[in-house]
């Protein structure tokens, strides 16, 4: 795993290149499939997460037709951080967001290969995965709140 290193004056370091980087370069890598982990250079405290949501916010800013939260949405985002007994939301997120990058996958695959199916059998077939996917996690039970395991569907 790649090791970016984050100093006092917000400088992003990339240890196995041994350079600067930019939320930039760092967005490439997560299109790229790259896994890494930035730190903080003295602590060594884990800060992905914030440089992730910090490269969400920049992208949000840069292109306006590229928008993915609403105001509405993040309304009702901070609304589920302050219920009493929190919704699993994180699992049905990434499950749902990562049923979405499958089928998009999927679907250019298709394009390229000049789709073996007609068009509305290909349509009926992602209809009835959603279908699948959506009962399925509605019928589980939340995970214990320690567990990290993700959930498949076929």
Known sequence: MRVIRKYANRRLYDTQQ?????????????????????????????????????????????????????????????RVYDMSSPLPLARYLEQGTQLMLEQQKRLQSQWKQAMRHTPMEFMRELAEENMRFWQNTMNQSPPPSDSNEEDKTS
Request: proline letters at 2%; hydrophobic letters at 40%.
């Open 18 to 78: 041994s350079r600067y980087v930019t939320l930039e370069d760092l967005r490439c890598l997560i299109i790229e499939e790259e896994p890494f982990r930035v730190e903080d250079a003295k602590s060594g405290e884990d800060l992905t997460r914030t440089i992730l949501l910090s490269i969400i916010i920049e992208q949000e800013q840069s292109d306006n037709n590229a928008e993915v939260f609403s105001n509405d949405l993040l309304a009702q985002l901070i």
